[in-house]
């Protein structure tokens, strides 16, 4: 039956509605009145978030593992040189990050996808608090047992375990929404379409255009900028956190206890962080609030010669970079359309933001980043408005991604 021509008005009206929005994001595109989006989103959380959650708390498990383990003289029997403790840390991080931050986004719309990544991201926070307890037991009992040092039994039980979950893990996760068996019909259509609607139907080919697209993107420089900025100061500071407790005074066993109150803070803030950025659909304006707590707490670390002062800027660092690492890397994984060209620009950003930063270049890069995708919404509304384009027109622009006039990026 074809539909009356006051329908067919009424539907392009709203089509244009959503596209003269600042921020376009799709809350519950339902093909079937049977289909209830959370109870799909509850599905996808049972089947995949268990699973990347675990993968990840094992690698920050291995990456405390080297900070305790240098704290516990690691260091000083291998001779290590700053630069090779570095690269060391380096190889831990270097390729699964990237990986699991473009797993969730091609799984997860939009608005769903910050409080996942967060979740994920807080497993290091565990993992850090945990690593530090483990390792103090280990080093307590086991130095000197069969003639090995404290370090390497940290290294040997704590390794041999993320060896075992790894090969596990490689046979239990599932692949693409496309694959999704444990989805009935309607409720994959749903997550289909509204992911297509999330990207403004961007193409899923493999074409070599597309990763020229990525690489002569201005937006992956801005955004690999703001992670080269944000992302190293985490990342070292919970690497070498046992080495600044123990550079407070503590014994290097008991900084390794000492370690847990600062991972649970960062754990727990970056949940809440999470959570309210998918609640309020933005993620740029939480960064700017919360990286002034770790700017805080480096002011108490480097101008206070209080223990208790120092100690709890130490606290507060961790607890305000963790949150805004998480907010990035599901800003950057939302903002970026066509599977390609995301998996490639979350390559480029997390792999440039491995080279360095500074958190306080991070608020300014985060300001800057605010302002320039609400510019270039503002040019795609006022594109649309002019040549009358609305969500029918999507399929035309498939081969744009992002840069598709009805594409909107999340602020």
Request: proline share 4%; charged share 15%; aromatic share 10%.
């Amino acid at each position: 039956m074809s539909s009356s021509p006051s329908n067919d008005k009424a539907s392009s009206s709203i089509d244009k509605e959503k596209l003269s929005t600042e921020i376009v994001t799709v809350e519950y595109v339902a093909p079937s009145p049977s289909v209830d989006h959370k109870k799909v989103l509850r599905k996808l959380d049972l089947r995949l978030i268990p699973t990347v959650c675990i993968l990840y708390l094992f690698c920050g498990l291995d990456l405390s593992n080297i900070a305790n383990a240098e704290v516990a003289g690691m260091g000083t029997d291998l001779h290590f040189t700053g630069v090779q403790f570095n690269l060391c840390i380096a190889l831990t991080l270097s390729g699964l990050l990237p990986g699991v931050t473009y797993y969730l986004s091609a799984w997860y719309p939009k608005f769903a996808q910050a409080k996942r990544i967060g979740l994920m991201y807080s497993g290091v926070s565990l993992a850090g608090g945990f690593g530090g307890l483990l390792a103090y037991i280990i080093q307590d009992k086991m130095d000197g047992l069969g003639g090995l040092a404290g370090w390497s039994w940290i290294f040997l039980c704590e390794g041999l375990l993320t060896v075992i979950i790894a090969i596990i893990l490689f046979f239990s996760m599932y692949d693409y929404p496309e694959n999704a068996t444990f989805l009935t019909d309607a409720e994959k259509a749903w997550l289909l379409e509204t992911l297509k609607l999330d990207s403004a139907a961007g193409s899923k080919k493999f074409k070599r255009e597309f990763i020229i697209q990525a690489i002569k993107e201005p937006k992956a420089y801005l955004f690999a900028s703001l992670f080269f900025l944000s992302a190293i100061p985490g990342a070292s500071f919970s690497t070498f956190l046992p080495t600044i407790i123990n550079g407070m005074g503590f014994s290097s066993t008991n900084a390794q206890i000492l370690t847990i109150p600062q991972h649970v803070a960062s754990c727990i803030s970056t949940l809440f962080v999470s959570y309210l950025s998918d609640k309020k659909h933005f993620r740029g304006p939480l960064i700017l609030a919360w990286c002034p707590v770790a700017i805080l707490g480096y002011a108490l670390l480097i101008a206070t010669r209080t223990l208790a002062a120092q100690y709890i800027g130490s606290v507060l660092v961790l607890g305000g970079l963790v949150p805004c690492v998480a907010m990035q890397l599901s800003w950057t994984g939302g903002n970026f359309a066509g599977e390609l060209k995301r998996a490639v620009v979350i390559g480029m950003v997390l792999g440039f933001g491995n080279l360095g930063g500074r958190v306080s270049g991070s608020y300014v890069m985060s300001a800057v980043a605010i302002v320039t995708l609400r510019m270039l919404n503002k040019k795609k509304i006022a594109q649309c408005e002019r040549d009358g384009l609305t969500l029918a027109d999507e399929d035309a622009f498939a081969e744009l991604g992002d840069r598709s006039p009805l594409y909107r990026y999340t602020l």
